[in-house]
């Protein structure tokens, strides 16, 4: 996310849940986010293979925001030792700071 933010044009994530993976393709215009969602029976496999069970628009701002907030309320939750516990990989604070850190200057680059 904290990618799109600083410019990039395009990303992607992929959450494995075996059997299945979930792909997220995020595609910026502007200030707009496209984004999909595949559903994937294995997560080698490549887009073509995969179904798109969810796709939408979004501004970089309310998509950041979204982020941000659901991190945060995941550390509040369960904290960082918790996450691990629970999803088996450290929590991703740098990353989340680093979104956070991008988003702020953006925002005091907009009101001046």
């Given at each position: 996310?904290?990618?799109?933010?600083?410019?990039?044009?395009?990303?992607?994530?992929?959450?494995?849940?075996?059997p299945t993976a979930y792909r997220w393709m995020f595609?910026?215009?502007?200030?707009?986010?496209?984004?999909?969602?595949?559903?994937?029976?294995?997560?080698?496999?490549?887009?073509?293979?995969?179904?798109?069970?969810?796709?939408?628009?979004?501004?970089?701002?309310?998509?950041?925001?979204?982020?941000?907030?659901?991190?945060?309320?995941?550390?509040?939750?369960?904290?960082?030792?918790?996450?691990?516990?629970?999803?088996?990989?450290?929590?991703?604070?740098?990353?989340?700071?680093?979104?956070?850190?991008?988003?702020?200057?953006?925002?005091?680059?907009?009101?001046?």
């Amino acid at each position: 996310m904290a990618r799109l933010v600083a410019g990039k044009t395009q990303t992607r994530v992929q959450f494995e849940v075996e059997p299945t993976a979930y792909r997220w393709m995020f595609y910026r215009e502007g200030e707009d986010i496209w984004i999909r969602v595949l559903e994937l029976r294995d997560g080698s496999d490549h887009d073509n293979a995969g179904t798109e069970i969810w796709s939408s628009p979004l501004g970089i701002d309310q998509l950041a925001r979204t982020v941000i907030r659901c991190f945060d309320e995941v550390a509040q939750t369960y904290g960082e030792s918790g996450y691990r516990g629970k999803w088996g990989e450290h929590f991703p604070r740098t990353g989340l700071e680093a979104l956070r850190r991008l988003w702020h200057t953006r925002h005091r680059s907009d009101d001046t």
